[in-house]
């Protein structure tokens, strides 16, 4: 009787595990939050909060303004000599490759910094020029308030963490931005190929 | 009651009260490694503490549906896989629902089913769920030492290499524990307290 009871006991606990963790890994597909993010985003793509943005030549926009275009958003710091030094670079080139469907106004990149007190216009415009920029199609900007770049790190989903160094390590991606202005990819940051061929085929479905 | 059974009622929401303390719980969650290797095994050491408590008509009625301690095993297996994904380590940390969760439930279901349990589980049982145990940490470490990405968004690469190594050491131990203990110690095949 005390076998039965406590094989069944067992059953029910190792049944409700199982959902339990069913539940939290998305079906046993993601184990990490960075996995996560990506199939929620895919599944349910977000709507942006219309935050403004300041450019690095003082303008204000925002995600509403670029509406009617992709979007290629990364987060960035610019004081950062690793991953982000590269992105930039990888921006640039990507500026260079797009450069047809930009001049169509149907593509532009944005690299939004997460460190707005130091990230400001002058220091965002010598950023781009480091990385190479070729003049159009590229905006840096910050957000203007803290709830600003809350709301917006919150909606993409970007952690950033301090490295002990004084600098950030954070969770870098090619957020991708369709035309209706909703959030629907998150791609690796060293896959610009794959973020371009996105937008490509979004183009010409 | 004696001043020693009173503490032993008494020491497990204490040190409950204290993970829970803010200073506290920041400086614990502040790398992976103390996060997972010091403030969860202390929150089931808490729960663990908190047997004495348990009402007498569910020590009676308990054992029934616990033969050997399995289900309880069982239990503290599955909750512990729970707080073992890196996505659960994230989320504690940025969703608060998540935290209260973890601070309910490794000391109420994992600390306490093993107080429970482990007195009632023979060395088979035992055997089995540290072996399961040597294999998880095994896997986890090796894992965490040779992903090159960071698996927890809040924790840095360094800090979840530490964290694999640590897991790997942990591991080994117990396996040496294990070794000793067939070579050299008191073995009751039938359970230590049979019911």
């Known amino acids: ?205 | 009651m004696t001043v020693s059974s009173r503490w032993q009622s008494w020491r497990g929401p204490a040190l409950w009260c204290v993970l829970v303390l803010p200073p506290v719980r920041g400086a614990l969650e502040s790398s992976i490694m103390l996060h997972m290797l010091v403030q969860i095994p202390l929150l089931a050491v808490a729960g663990w503490w908190l047997s004495p408590l348990l009402p007498k008509h569910l020590t009676d009625t308990l054992p029934a549906w616990n033969r050997s301690g399995i289900s309880g095993i069982v239990l503290v297996s599955v909750v512990a896989l729970f707080w073992m994904l890196p996505r659960s380590m994230d989320a504690a940390l940025e969703v608060p629902w998540v935290e209260v969760a973890k601070f309910a439930s490794v000391p109420l279901l994992m600390g306490l089913p093993l107080a429970i349990s482990w007195p009632s589980a023979g060395f088979v049982v035992r055997g089995v769920y540290l072996v399961e145990v040597v294999a998880t940490a095994f896997r986890m470490g090796w894992l965490y030492l040779i992903s090159p990405q960071r698996l927890c968004s809040n924790y840095l690469l360094g800090d979840q290499q530490g964290l694999g190594k640590a897991m790997l050491a942990i591991g080994a131990a117990i396996c040496l524990l294990l070794a000793w203990k067939l070579m050299w110690g008191h073995i009751d095949a039938d359970g230590v307290r049979r019911r």
Request: glycine share 8%; with cysteine; net charge positive.
């Open chain 1, 1 to 205: 009787m005390w076998v039965l009871r406590t094989l069944l006991a067992s059953l029910v606990i190792l049944v409700a595990g199982v959902a339990a963790l069913a539940v939290a890994t998305d079906g046993f597909r993601a184990f990490t939050s960075e996995t996560a993010r990506r199939i929620d985003v895919r599944e349910h793509p977000r709507a942006l909060p219309s935050t403004p943005l300041q450019t690095a030549d003082g303008q204000t926009i925002s995600f509403a303004e670029l509406r009617g275009r992709w979007v290629l958003v990364d987060f960035v710091y610019t004081r950062c000599r690793t991953y982000c030094s590269i992105q930039g670079t990888e921006f640039a080139q990507m500026q260079q490759r797009l450069a047809a469907p930009i001049a169509a106004d149907r593509v532009t990149l944005l690299s939004i910094s997460f460190d707005p007190t130091r990230d400001n216009p002058a220091q965002l415009a010598a950023y781009q020029r480091r990385s190479g920029d070729r003049g159009a199609g590229w905006i840096a900007a910050r957000p203007t308030s803290a709830s600003g770049l809350r709301a917006l790190m919150g909606v993409f989903g970007v952690t950033a963490i301090s490295d002990g160094l004084g600098g950030y390590v954070h969770n870098s991606a090619i957020a991708v931005v369709d035309p209706q202005g909703r959030l629907i990819a998150i791609i690796d940051w060293d896959k610009p190929a794959e973020a371009e061929r996105y937008v490509l085929r979004g183009e010409a479905p």
